[in-house]
């Protein structure tokens, strides 16, 4: 869509796939200092997609050097029911699809476990319907 794309993650775990997959042109690793700092400049606007914001020791993951201190960071919010509409239809035109990991409710205390390992690709979704809670 014409952006120059740089993921910034934790580890080196997701590259290859960020890179080859994904088609990101850039992949930062947060505990590089260095490169973070090389890279502060190339970035004008960051998109933070996880849940924690705002830390304030740079051995965080999440953090980022003093270079960026002046740089747009913006996370994910819950839009209206229209905005969702025209972000859903944005994405059926382009032909972007989510990468997700579809679990059961009855592997609902792994997902957990897993999430406090740091072991998850993605989103976990949870498939209510398939899950037999019935039972």
């Known amino acids: ?12 775990r997701k590259r290859e796939e960020a890179i080859d997959h994904l088609g990101v042109d850039d992949y930062l690793v947060s505990s590089y200092s260095t490169r973070m700092q090389e890279a502060a400049d190339s970035l004008d606007y960051i998109i933070q997609k996880i849940d924690y914001y705002g830390c304030y020791q740079y051995s965080s993951p999440v953090c980022l050097p003093h270079g960026y201190a002046r740089k747009t960071i913006t996370g994910r919010f819950i839009g209206s029911m229209k905005e969702t509409e025209e972000m859903l ?27 406090e390992k740091n072991d998850v690709r993605y989103r976990f979704v949870i498939d209510v319907a398939g899950s037999k809670l019935d039972q």
């Open 1 to 12: 869509m014409g952006h120059h794309v740089t993921v910034i993650s934790s580890s080196d």
């Open 89 to 115: 239809e944005f994405w059926r035109e382009k032909g972007l699809k989510s990468m997700i990991e579809m679990v059961k409710m009855d592997y609902v205390n792994t997902v957990l476990q897993r999430l």
